[in-house]
């Protein structure tokens, strides 16, 4: 089923509220990911998580290309056959 933008950020939103150890609704989906101060290796774990979620590939750079939660989500519903 196809997942929208809304879905997306929120997935995502909750997946770097569990790895920044912050309180979910601190999270702004328009706020750069950088803030949050996740390392590599976690942002490359939230990336294979988000894969098996929506069930496709998702390119490991894209939450540092996109750089915010809202942009990624889009960029996915834009770009992504989910």
């Known amino acids: ?29 328009e706020t750069e990911i950088a803030v949050y101060r996740l390392d590599s290796l976690l942002m490359v774990n939230i990336t294979s998580e988000l894969e098996e979620w929506l069930g496709t590939e998702v390119n490991p750079t ?8 809202a942009a990624t989500a889009d960029w996915i519903v834009e770009n992504e056959d989910i």
Do not use: C, F, G
Request: no cysteine; net charge neutral.
């Open 62 to 69: 894209l939450l540092w290309e996109m750089r915010t939660i």
């Open 1 to 29: 089923m196809k997942k929208s933008s809304l879905e997306i950020a929120n997935w995502l939103a909750a997946r770097i509220a569990h790895y920044a150890q912050v309180d979910p609704e601190t999270i702004n989906i």
